[in-house]
């Protein structure tokens, strides 16, 4: 017997165990990285803290990347929702950042959701044509009765095909 490669990878979820990186929202405007470290030195040592800024200007957002995932889990704890940043107007939001993983999840989650939206509205289009058609929806006859409604017959029996399966091979 020769060996194996194993593959190890983590379960759903268990991913976030390790990470070290969080979100944070809803920062005033004037928040800077300086500021950001700061308010999150408490918790831990803090390797990395950015601002997302577009053209310059403060999204009112940032990340924080600790050394170890228990300083990341304190400052989630401790932070998330307890106080008002100066110029904001609600409480921090601190979170687990969104891993690449979960980033991708989303992204293909909602790629479906707004597939799901269109087949939906076709399909309702075409009932709706359909329930305006005669032999769907048959109007009343002269004596008030509806018409028969024509026999539903498969592919193959409309194509002359029998639809008996043969016994005895192909």
């Given amino acids: 017997g020769g060996t194996r490669a194993c593959k190890v990878q983590l379960a759903?979820?268990?991913?976030?165990?390790?990470?070290?990186?969080?979100?944070?929202?809803?920062?005033?405007?004037g928040v800077t990285k300086?500021?950001?470290?700061?308010i999150a030195q408490p918790f831990g040592t803090v390797e990395d803290a950015d601002i997302i800024t577009r053209e310059g200007i403060s999204q009112g957002c940032g990340f924080?990347?600790?050394?170890?995932?228990e300083q990341a889990e304190a400052a989630?704890?401790?932070?998330?929702?307890?106080?008002?940043?100066?110029?904001?107007?609600?409480?921090?939001?601190?979170?687990?950042?969104?891993?690449?993983?979960?980033?991708?999840?989303?992204?293909v989650q909602l790629q479906l959701q707004r597939q799901l939206q269109q087949v939906s509205?076709?399909?309702?289009?075409?009932l709706?044509?359909?329930t305006n058609s005669p032999t769907i929806n048959p109007s009343p006859g002269p004596e008030g009765h509806a018409p028969p409604a024509p026999p539903l017959t498969s592919t193959m029996e409309a194509e002359g095909r029998s639809t008996k399966r043969r016994r005895g091979g192909p």
Avoid: M
């Fill in 12 to 29: 759903e979820g268990e991913e976030a165990r390790f990470e070290t990186k969080v979100f944070v929202g809803q920062l005033g405007p």
């Fill in 64 to 69: 924080v990347r600790f050394t170890h995932r």
């Fill in 76 to 107: 989630v704890q401790g932070l998330d929702g307890q106080f008002i940043v100066q110029g904001a107007h609600r409480p921090i939001v601190v979170r687990f950042a969104d891993t690449q993983r979960t980033k991708e999840r989303k992204r």
């Fill in 121 to 126: 509205a076709l399909a309702a289009a075409a």
């Fill in 34 to 38: 300086t500021d950001l470290e700061a």
């Fill in 128 to 130: 709706a044509t359909e």
